[in-house]
């Protein structure tokens, strides 16, 4: 799905999200501005970080790498991914 979209499915170094990618109009999202389509898919209090679009993307892009920088150190790292439960494993692309 990524390769239909330009990128390289062998070299995935960021977050991407393919929104409504069973329809004709599937739109791709990368780095800072899927994080905010995601939040703002999450319902209150995580839509309100879609306000945060306004800003411009290269100053997000910076932010975005930021927190990908020190993720493992805020959040931990797991040695596995987790497995999505049955009922959502429908709202991934393999």
Do not use: Q
């Amino acid at each position: 799905m990524v390769a239909s979209w330009g990128g390289n499915p062998e070299e995935l170094t960021s977050f991407h999200v393919v929104a409504d990618f069973r329809t004709p109009e599937a739109r791709v999202f990368m780095r800072s501005d899927a994080a905010l389509f995601i939040a703002g898919e999450r319902g209150w209090p995580w839509k309100v970080m879609r306000v945060a679009g306004v800003l411009p993307t290269a100053l997000l892009d910076r932010l975005y790498d930021v927190v990908a920088r020190t993720r493992y150190r805020v959040f931990g790292r797991h040695e596995r991914c987790m497995v999505p439960r049955a009922e959502f494993r429908s709202r991934f692309v393999e």
